[in-house]
């Protein structure tokens, strides 16, 4: 599929962050999966408290510190340095996923290779026979935070479908995801699958659709904004 | 900004309905919750199932909740101690369910709630009346009993310090149940004799972090009884 | 079963309490059964470093304080006052109890109201259908600790042996007590049944046998002491 | 005097038998042993089961260990992580073998080891290619998986405190698998930056009590890499 003359222009890795970090509302406990979701931290408003979880023991998780403030012991699940704001705390591995498997993240933001129609997701592993596979805690937040949104590309570079009837790849959990941030478009999960809930200007149904590899409702297409 | 601070006891009480399950924590009278659990009577909530380590002493706090007849059922550990004149009558009289659960298992099924762990294993009354009627399994040759996790509407717990985000302190011997309770609850009400600033709790001496809290309200409630 | 003029004195609670004392080494986690296992505590040498565990989340526990230096927040499991020694530490009752059920307490002292000759105890109800039974954390004791050592009356008040080929009260636990301490002796439970190890001066092996509800083997005894 | 502290590395080694099971505490860099895995080498125990969140990283360390042929199996999480060379080629020649294990699941396992409990259900890897094999079993119209615990024979850690009883701290993101791996084996040597008097910690922030631990040795190791 090959795109000439379009006219419309897919949101770049940060609009995709920052569209996502505006429906976060205040108060939310939110995990961010490693690689982009990451970045929504960036993008919610300055005037909003959200409070970020990190797999390995902390809540509460602040920005990047600058290169001359990085205090080594502050690492993010990316193994990042990261800072503790106000009213964070440190706790161990099994607190920390009690805290995911329990149920008491409200939204946990994750990248995927593909998200089914029905809510199952794909983002560890790319073939059931790879080798040296890695899980780390995908599988735990897909399957125990309170909601799991999706923020990916709504194709791969190769322009194949990452919205599916059913996934090709091996599973991370079934039935799970609520919401995918795309470059193109919010879709929601629903019981009736994929339903389109804002494109971005420009494109049009059918392009979007063509886009995907299930099949789009638009009849909660938010049409005001 | 986030702030879990209620101003009354009736923002405390919101939302309980009858027929909640509700936590109550405390081991004896130190971490128990009494303001809240006066809080419990006053909203008249009834058909209420307590989870509590005692079942009550004398006629007031949680002895009085059962005597005014608005507890349908009781699980605990130890139900009959000095005191518990009001169980005792009521447990006779047949007008309270007794559900007796060894503390360990007690305090496992609790974190196993909050742990999003809906059952496990357990050495704790194999071979016991305890486990009659409940699934067993030998496994690498010794028996153990399947229980399940014990989730709450509503946990009322005890703590020394909190902050806006509640997380919270408890002291010395008073986090107990309180701590494992405030996780095991969609509704965590925590009673706080200190308000702190967000803070001022050392990271590493949080003893249940803010997500597991709800609602905290600030009560000077001073030293249990000696 | 009456004694007339007999040639021995039968241990009182502080001296069962100092005997059992006696037997546990420097270094031990030991946890205190309510009533008279807690005058353990009082008899362990002091030159001997014992760590004591109460289920409510201490570690470490000291002696009853002062009558005018009582600090209410510190109880034991039998909602005695205790104090906190250097080193001591507070937890929540989950980790309390993985300390108990994990094997990670060497010693429990119980107390019973009848020891079997499998090892099977019965000391937290005195019938099956008793109204409101009490369990407490003994079960879990019985369960998980090390080891378990039983502190009891040889007999009943009655003159009922505790000591018995099999329980007719409710079980705490099946077949875990290693070693009991009464007012008459050391009794082993051994894969062969009670084993005594020591006898009070002056009790003849006779009439410790006609005190207990089940054979006694006497070829591990200690007669130098 | 009880006194966990030992003297030489060789005596914090003491007793690992080939064949064992060995928990390595740290994620990324952050709270990793690395002296006592230095010391594991050292010993030459071989034949091992290696339970950690990675396999390694470069050539030193847990990926010197796994170079050296000392270990048979390895279970964790995320053993595909940059750096990791080592451990991708003996995986691809078919000389380790792999356990993948949830990360949550992994800290659970360790966690029900240190706890009691043999065995546990759990929603993660539901319907995946991670329960295959596995009992499931849906309690409340949800499928679970049966996860049993994971004990270790040793528990390689550390901390950043410690006084005689072996009471330990951690900092900051540094407690992670740590202070869990530190209930779970039957053996658990600490190696911590600093030595404190007992009493010196807090009661109320003791992190991991003295009585999961067994030895401690002083190792002034620094911060982590940045």
Redesign the interface.
């Given at each position: 599929m090959s795109d000439t003359a379009a006219a419309f222009k897919a949101l770049n890795r940060d609009e995709m962050a920052n569209r996502l970090a505006q429906d976060i509302p205040?108060?939310w406990?939110v995990n961010l999966g490693i690689g982009a979701p990451t970045k929504v931290a960036d993008f919610i408003p300055a005037d909003r408290?959200v409070?970020i979880?990190?797999?390995?023991?902390?809540?509460?998780m602040g920005p990047a510190p600058a290169k001359d403030q990085?205090?080594?012991?502050?690492?993010n699940a990316g193994?990042q340095?990261v800072t503790?704001k106000?009213?964070?705390?440190?706790?161990?591995?099994?607190t920390?996923?009690?805290?995911?498997?329990?149920?008491?993240?409200d939204l946990c933001v994750l990248g995927a290779y593909e998200v089914a129609e029905n809510g199952d997701i794909a983002n560890w592993a790319t073939s059931?026979t790879e080798?040296?596979?890695?899980?780390?805690?995908?599988?735990?937040l897909a399957?125990?935070a309170k909601r799991i949104w999706v923020l990916m590309q709504h194709t791969t570079k190769q322009g194949e479908a990452r919205l599916v009837e059913s996934c090709s790849y091996?599973?991370?959990?079934?039935g799970v995801v609520k919401r995918i941030y795309t470059d193109l478009a919010v879709i929601d999960v629903t019981e009736e699958g994929f339903s389109v809930v804002e494109m971005i200007p420009g494109l049009t149904r059918e392009e979007l659709q063509a886009r995907s590899g299930a099949r789009l409702r638009f009849d909660r297409l938010n049409t005001a904004g | 900004m986030i702030d879990k601070f209620v101003r009354s006891m009736a923002d405390a009480m919101e939302g309980i309905a009858d027929g909640s399950t509700v936590l109550v924590g405390g081991f004896g009278s130190v971490g128990q919750p009494d303001a809240l659990i006066d809080g419990l009577i006053e909203s008249g909530a009834k058909d209420l199932t307590i989870v509590a380590n005692n079942a009550g002493a004398g006629r007031v706090g949680l002895a009085k909740l059962l005597e005014l007849r608005r507890v349908r059922r009781i699980i605990c550990s130890f139900p009959r101690s000095a005191g518990s004149v009001v169980f005792e009558e009521l447990y006779a009289n047949g007008e309270i369910e007794l559900e007796i659960v060894p503390q360990g298992t007690l305090a496992e099924r609790l974190r196993a709630a909050g742990a999003g762990i809906p059952a496990f294993f357990t050495p704790t009354a194999a071979g016991t009346q305890l486990a009659e009627g409940k699934e067993t399994r030998v496994i690498d040759g010794r028996e153990y009993v399947l229980e399940k996790w014990l989730p709450g509407d509503v946990a009322l717990i005890e703590a020394w310090q909190a902050d806006r985000w509640g997380n919270l302190t408890y002291r010395s011997s008073g986090r107990n149940f309180n701590a494992v309770m405030a996780m095991a609850a969609t509704t965590t009400v925590a009673q706080t004799q200190h308000v702190v600033d967000l803070g001022a709790i050392d990271p590493e001496a949080v003893a249940t972090p803010g997500i597991f809290t709800s609602r905290v309200i600030h009560v000077p409630y001073g030293d249990p009884e000696i």
């Open positions: 205040e108060g406990y408290e409070v979880h990190s797999e390995n023991g902390i809540l509460g990085v205090d080594p012991w502050i690492i193994k340095h503790l106000p009213g964070g705390s440190y706790f161990d591995h099994a920390s996923f009690a805290m995911i498997r329990g149920g008491h993240i059931a080798s040296a596979p890695a899980v780390g805690g995908a599988m735990d399957a125990g091996p599973l991370t959990a079934a | -």
